[in-house]
């Protein structure tokens, strides 16, 4: 992700493992073509004129910290952003507390309704939480440097919230375990020599994972399901798994988690986007709280994140940015018409709608394992 993984060190060390996201969706439909820089966004007051030194400057004034909660499976899933920023602005003091975004959410809720807000930014892929929290006044109205050259379909057009990562979920393979005959098509995952060979994060515990699972089962209809139930899947909690599973040597394909095509041909981990057949794609959003006890610090840290220097660095080549041109042989995401880019985020909306997908792929593979003990939610982490 731009920010989160630059694509040095997400190449280094396997592409699918990189990532671990919560989400979910499912209503499928051709993401809308590239606009040009919209200016659609008067309301929302100027862009940020000020240089990230002067912010910088300005953040240290205003008490040198930052708190931020960032959506992910491992605590230490994040430290390569904590890292590149401590290093850029060594004098600000940032703590960023990564969890699940499910677990994130209601952690801010509890905050808000006993006055005891810890982040001042929120980096969540529970996409419908946002619109919630800007209905209800929780988030700032900012418009950081470069907004206007944000894709519409990454931004809230009154700025109070914009998306810092373009990402993709769709399923990977080993080079070198699959032979001469990789798989090239969701379809191939149930072939039976599969059996036994496969991992992948439960669909029914990671919304990202079970809106991809979501468009499978729209596209091929539910015996392809029944098929991939008799494969020996081996499921785990987190969208990092399965390429985990697949760099390491210890499964042949992964399903359910991030990855780049500009991998290079020596990668352990090959992420398959097949044209005609559907995988998914979102922005991670990024808000600043009206709460924010560290509102410059916040604005510092979403200016780096949106700066063409972060998002050309991002690990997968994509960018939320319309003025920043991916690799070679790389479309911008909202140019995958099979990537369902505008679907997720209604998915996201229609929570009864989750609830019965993730009820139904339950029933096909089993309950999640691992379920967190009531500590696991603590609702007033300190920062």
């Known amino acids: 992700m731009s920010s989160f993984l630059s694509r040095r060190h997400v190449l280094a060390t396997g592409a699918g493992a990189a990532l671990g996201l919560g989400t979910a969706g499912a209503n499928a439909a051709p993401a809308a073509a590239a606009p040009t820089a919209s200016r659609r966004t008067a309301g929302a007051g100027a862009e940020e004129n000020r240089t990230l030194d002067e912010l910088y400057r300005a953040a240290v004034a205003e008490g040198g910290r930052l708190v931020v909660y960032a959506g992910g499976d491992t605590p230490t899933q994040q430290d390569f952003t904590k890292a590149a920023f401590r290093n850029r602005f060594p004098d600000v003091d940032l703590t960023l507390v990564v969890d699940y975004s499910k677990y994130h959410d209601v952690r801010l809720d509890n905050q808000f309704a006993t006055g005891s807000v810890v982040p001042d930014v929120i980096q969540l892929q529970t996409l419908q939480d946002f619109t919630r929290w800007k209905d209800q006044g929780r ?19 009154e700025g109070a919230w914009v998306a810092v990562g373009a990402l993709a ?16 098509t969701p379809l191939d995952l149930v072939d039976p020599r599969w059996k036994g060979r496969i991992a992948s994060s439960y669909p029914h515990d990671d919304d990202a994972v079970l809106y991809l699972y979501s468009l499978y089962v729209r596209k091929y209809g539910w015996e392809w399901a029944a098929k991939l139930a008799a494969q020996d899947v081996r499921f785990a909690r987190g969208s990092h798994s399965p390429g ?24 352990p981990v090959r992420f398959v986007v097949a044209d005609g057949h559907p995988f998914m794609s979102w922005g991670q959003r990024l808000a600043i709280l009206k709460q924010a006890a560290h509102p410059t610090a916040a604005k510092l840290f979403l200016n780096w994140q949106l700066s063409p220097e972060m998002q050309s660095g991002s690990f997968n080549g994509w960018s939320v940015r319309t003025d920043v041109t991916p690799p070679s042989g790389l479309k911008r995401i909202w140019e995958y018409p099979n990537g369902n880019l505008d679907g997720f985020p209604r998915f996201m909306a229609d929570r009864a709608q989750v609830e019965r997908w993730k009820q139904t792929f339950a029933l096909y593979f089993g309950e999640v394992q691992g379920e967190p003990t009531p500590g696991r939610l603590g609702l007033h982490p300190g920062a």
């Open 139 to 157: 988030l700032l109205h900012y418009r950081p440097a470069g907004f206007s050259r944000v894709y519409d379909g990454f931004k809230d057009p």
């Open 244 to 267: 985990q599973a697949v760099a390491a040597g210890e499964k042949a394909i992964g399903i359910g988690g991030a990855g780049t095509l500009t991998a290079p041909p020596s990668s």
């Open 169 to 184: 979920f769709s399923f990977m393979y080993g080079p070198a375990a699959v032979g001469s005959r990789p798989p090239l």
